[in-house]
């Protein structure tokens, strides 16, 4: 399935609901992805490994490719935000980094996505700074080259006190880092924040290491908002971005009925 120059991926953390989590890889690939990316799948930081095993048959059985994998961010529901920054939880993202590095192995999934955390009231913003760089570091150390660790902005007012808003202050935690982390392209937060979706895209397009597609406002597929995603594919193209785009949004309706934004052959 593709969209423009790029292979269409499908999130299956919002994609194929209807569908308990395991099925969803054969749901999309029913649908026509050869694609998908997902969230942290795991409710904690540490599943065993019949859980791990689980996920990388999955995604064989089903025939196609992970493309990308959050890395534990805790309690998503509860309004957390990644565990990258949080000196307390060191130890669950090296858990989870653990978990990263068998599914990388098992499966060749290129990029994990690290949600930096919500700024926390008792602890100063330098030491959570300096945990998400040391946490960072030890991600690039662990996943050979041929993964890339991203960052994200996340819309203000949706996401509590988070400090990714844009793509420069991404891209500032990235370039303290090095060359292996990457900025996550994500059309619906950065509308939300007031980004210049094309200006961003000439002025950071080789940083961009994922895309990620969901219209604005509403977090819907395209077409149901203001972002003109046939003008960022050109962008992205012009820019030279040489992966995939994820359709990283809640369908209004079935995912199936909502796919009808997608051109076909």
Not at 50 to 57: I, M, S, Y
Not at 212 to 223: I, K, L, M, N, T
């Amino acid at each position: 399935m593709r969209v423009g120059d790029y292979e269409l991926a499908a999130n299956l953390s919002l994609l194929f609901t209807e569908h308990d989590y395991l099925d969803r890889f054969a749901a999309a690939r029913a649908a026509g992805f050869t694609a998908v990316e997902s969230w942290w799948p795991f409710p904690t930081a540490a599943p065993d490994a019949a859980e791990t095993d689980a996920l990388c048959r999955a995604v064989d059985a089903a025939g196609v490719r992970l493309a990308g994998l959050n890395f534990f961010a805790g309690d998503m529901a509860a309004g957390q935000r990644g565990v990258l920054s949080d000196p307390g939880r060191r130890g669950e993202f090296q858990q989870s980094l653990s978990v990263i590095a068998t599914v990388h192995e098992r499966t060749g999934c290129p990029v994990f996505n690290a949600l930096y955390g919500t700024r926390l009231p008792d602890v100063s913003r330098h030491e959570q700074d300096a945990c998400a760089l040391d946490n960072l570091r030890a991600a690039v150390a662990v996943l050979p080259a041929s993964a890339t660790v991203v960052l994200e902005a996340l819309t203000i007012g949706e996401n509590g006190d988070y400090p990714l808003t844009t793509c420069a202050e991404a891209l500032a935690v990235a370039d303290a880092v090095g060359p292996r982390v990457a900025l996550l392209f994500d059309t619906y937060h950065l509308t939300n924040n007031g980004e210049d979706l094309l200006a961003r895209i000439g002025t950071y397009g080789d940083r961009i290491g994922h895309v990620q597609f969901a219209d604005s406002p509403g977090r819907h597929e395209p077409g149901t908002g203001s972002v003109d995603f046939a003008a960022v594919l050109a962008a992205l193209s012009t820019a030279g971005y040489g992966g995939l785009v994820a359709a990283e949004y809640r369908p209004e309706g079935g995912t199936v009925d909502g796919l009808g934004w997608v051109p076909t052959a």
